[in-house]
């Protein structure tokens, strides 16, 4: 691959991209591999907080709508999350405040391929709602339920809460970990 910075060609192979991202990756994501940050927290504690604001806030925004997530555990969360309807409902919620149309999606899933067409279309409509592709997971991801992989659910469901803050959304997102670092 080869592009022009100021004026500059520069040439990178596949590989060296693909390490780069990966060092990239590991660089923005520590503790990923089991090793304690800096300051020897290995984001446990991180993740527990970010989990359960995540699930006061769903149940609050989609209060008497949906049976409440009991607890913030991951098998708990996902397995709720995982046919896209709690997903699709609180877009929305989102997208209607917001003067958005809402996505469409299958209330009484049976298969794993309705499921995925109800998270992929919750996925568009945190991107039409303004969620960056960044903050984006594979659908897949939730549908497998892999735990140890599933943090770029919650990370998701994280930016879409401050997202929603920012537009002035009510119930407003609790983002304890934000507030802690300031």
């Not at 970010?50 to 609050?60: A, E």
Request: with cysteine; aromatic share 10%; charged share 15%.
């Amino acid at each position: 691959m080869s592009g022009h910075l100021r004026g500059m060609t520069v040439s990178i192979s596949r590989t060296q991209l693909c390490v780069f991202g990966v060092w990239l990756w590991l660089l923005c994501c520590p503790g990923v591999f089991g090793t304690a940050g800096a300051d020897g927290n290995d984001g446990a504690e991180t993740n527990d907080a970010l989990r359960s604001n995540i699930v006061f806030w769903i149940n609050d925004a989609l209060q008497g709508e949906i049976e409440p997530i009991s607890n913030s555990s991951p098998k708990q969360i996902l397995t709720r999350l995982r046919d896209g309807v709690i997903l699709c409902r609180l877009i929305n919620k989102l997208s209607v405040v917001d003067g958005k149309s809402k996505v469409t999606y299958i209330k009484k899933v049976s298969s794993p391929v309705a499921a995925l067409v109800n998270i992929n279309n919750f996925l568009a409509g945190t991107k039409k709602y303004g969620l960056d592709q960044e903050y984006q997971f594979l659908a897949k991801l939730l549908w497998q339920m892999n735990f140890e992989k599933a943090q770029p659910i919650f990370n998701c469901l994280h930016h879409l809460g401050l997202l929603a803050n920012s537009k002035g959304f009510v119930p407003l997102y609790t983002d304890e970990l934000t507030s802690w670092a300031a």
